[in-house]
């Protein structure tokens, strides 16, 4: 059975590099093994359907929509603007304000490619604008909307938490250490390039302009500090924070900016039909799919291989290999979670890892996953928008996927990183 585990994963390979959209991909692998193995071609709707079932990705277009409408209400201009009173006056100063956007941003979009839409129309012509090479402002822009799926909301917590049963509350927690320092990360680095390229400042500090320009960010920013305060003290569940995360939202457009027309929120709407019905499909095929490579005994065979590789009692060589194995995967499939964890979970449990930590180095190896070649999504988007060529901008994000290496081993090797604060607060 392992030989037709390999199979169908080769076949779903073929079908992404090919050009076959990932549902299609999916379906199709798992139905190559209902042929050759014999089974029950009903599994496949059955498992399907399983796997959107979990109550908990009710979150999910809850926090689509959120971020929707708060894209709508043109809450970017405010939050690059106050990031630049905040960090325009170091070296490279623009570029840093490119990743405080994507941390403010990010922390009210939940999706990676929904901030880099949303912030990169506003960032990388500003930057092309300010001298900076067209392949840096898409690189950077690509790699710092990582950050936005580390700092609650988060679209792929959502779905570890539906597919490991690991609460979503703890994982928000988790990423919010994580996705500060990621955000540290990418400024070093940015430090040294402006450094070795002369990049300079855009002025001077002054509280007056942080406190002018944040008066004007600070309800927007609002919202995952109320996300993370409501879970903090109980005042309600992560299922329920989705939904109080549209009423703010729809609170800010409405009464306060008053930006919110019938036009915007027809298309807030319609987008975040599209993109729940997206992920929801791929959620459902890859628990099929994970189903699948279970009949053939795929986990069984990665525990035992781990087993026999490190025969020691060695935790973290073990969850560097089983990263690893993530992180191939992730330079092909997207969205990798669903699609993955399924065959990695029982080795987790047989190893007795934390499955908040591991949480969180997954969704690292998603956002790296996401601007390593050959598929490289984030990097796709950038740009299209900035009108790069893909392959240069990929040139531009090498300092960036070094550092995105050295901050996952970081995480890997100092696991309090993720789980201080879940722990603080059981």
């Not at 919010?176 to 990621?182: K, N, S, T």
């Not at 189903?291 to 969850?319: C, D, M, R």
């Not at 399924?342 to 908040?356: A, G, N, T």
Request: net charge neutral; proline share 5%; glycine share 10%.
């Amino acid at each position: 059975m392992l030989g037709l585990a390999a199979l169908i994963l080769l076949a779903l390979c073929v079908f992404v590099l090919i050009g076959l959209p990932i549902v299609i991909s999916l379906a199709a692998s798992v139905l190559l093994f209902l042929a050759f193995s014999g089974g029950w071609a009903l599994a496949l709707p059955q498992q399907t359907l399983g796997g959107v079932g979990d109550y908990i990705l009710i979150t999910l277009p809850l926090f689509i929509l959120a971020g929707g409408i708060m894209n709508a209400t043109g809450i970017a201009d405010k939050l690059f603007d106050f990031g630049v009173a905040l960090v325009g006056w170091m070296r490279g100063g623009l570029a840093h304000v490119d990743v405080i956007a994507s941390v403010m941003f990010g922390g009210m979009i939940g999706t990676s490619v929904a901030d880099l839409a949303g912030s990169g129309s506003v960032t990388i012509p500003k930057l092309k604008a300010h001298g900076y090479p067209g392949p840096f402002a898409c690189a950077v822009t690509a790699t710092s909307s990582g950050i936005g799926v580390l700092i609650p909301p988060s679209s792929p917590m959502i779905l570890y938490s539906a597919v490991t049963g690991t609460s979503l509350g703890a994982l928000f927690l988790a990423g919010v250490i994580p996705g500060l320092l990621m955000a540290v990360a990418m400024m070093i680095t940015i430090s040294i390039l402006a450094r070795r390229n002369g990049w300079k400042a855009m002025g001077t500090f002054e509280w007056s302009e942080v406190i002018r320009t944040g008066k004007h960010a600070i309800l927007p920013l609002g919202m995952p500090g109320l996300i993370l305060f409501g879970l903090m003290f109980g005042v309600f569940t992560a299922t329920e924070a989705g939904a109080f995360a549209v009423a703010y939202a729809l609170l800010l457009s409405t009464v306060v900016y008053r930006t919110l027309t019938l036009s915007n929120m027809r298309r807030a709407l319609v987008d975040s039909c599209i993109l729940t019905g997206e992920v929801l499909m791929v959620v459902g095929f890859s628990t099929a799919l994970g189903w699948a490579l279970s009949q053939a005994g795929v986990p069984a065979a990665l525990a035992n291989g781990l087993q026999t590789v490190f025969p020691f009692e060695n935790t973290t060589l073990k969850i560097f290999a089983l990263l690893l194995i993530a992180l191939i995967a992730g330079m092909v499939l997207d969205p990798l979670i669903p699609m993955i964890m399924p065959v990695l979970l029982p080795s987790l449990m047989i190893m007795d890892v934390d499955l908040v930590h591991f949480g969180v180095l997954m969704v690292t190896t998603v956002v790296i996953g996401q601007v390593t070649p050959p598929v490289a999504i984030a990097l796709l988007v950038a740009a299209k928008i900035g009108n790069e060529d893909v392959m240069k901008v990929a040139k531009a994000n090498m300092p960036f996927l070094i550092a995105l290496f050295l901050f996952l081993i970081l995480l890997v090797l100092v696991p309090s990183l993720s789980t201080a604060l879940p722990e603080i607060l059981k």
